[in-house]
Nanobody
């Protein structure tokens, strides 16, 4: 019913930038909170940034000032602008969201993940 499709990952040198996109598709009635998570090999998936329906944002301390989360309601897309990237930012990045589709309640959805590698 609802799908989150991610794009924008890739290989970048330290200090470089990437912009991740997550587009929601399907029968969407309301998109509530959205967030970006990342998971490095052998480690747990952790929240990096989130944005509420009222555009309140949260960032984990390690990315504060470097990453910016935003949303475009017309395009039904959430973005993660990543600047001043560091090798420790290397991970698979996942989009997550609470979305209400055709039914009367919202459900939590995950994107497929996109690889971000920061290396010289």
């Amino acid at each position: 019913q609802v799908q989150l499709v991610e794009s924008g990952g890739g290989l970048v040198q330290p200090g470089g930038s990437l912009r991740l996109s997550c587009a929601a598709s399907g029968s969407i009635f309301t998109i509530y909170g959205m967030g970006w998570y990342r998971q490095a090999p052998g480690k747990q998936r952790k929240l990096v940034a989130s944005i509420t329906r009222s555009d309140n944002t949260y960032y984990v301390d390690s990315v504060q000032g470097r990453f910016t989360i935003s949303r475009d309601n017309t395009k039904k897309t959430v973005y993660l602008q990543m600047n001043s990237l560091r090798p420790e930012d290397t991970a698979v990045y996942y989009c997550n969201g609470d979305v209400q589709g055709a039914g009367p309640r919202s459900y939590n959805y995950w994107g497929q993940g996109t690889q971000v590698t920061v290396s010289s």
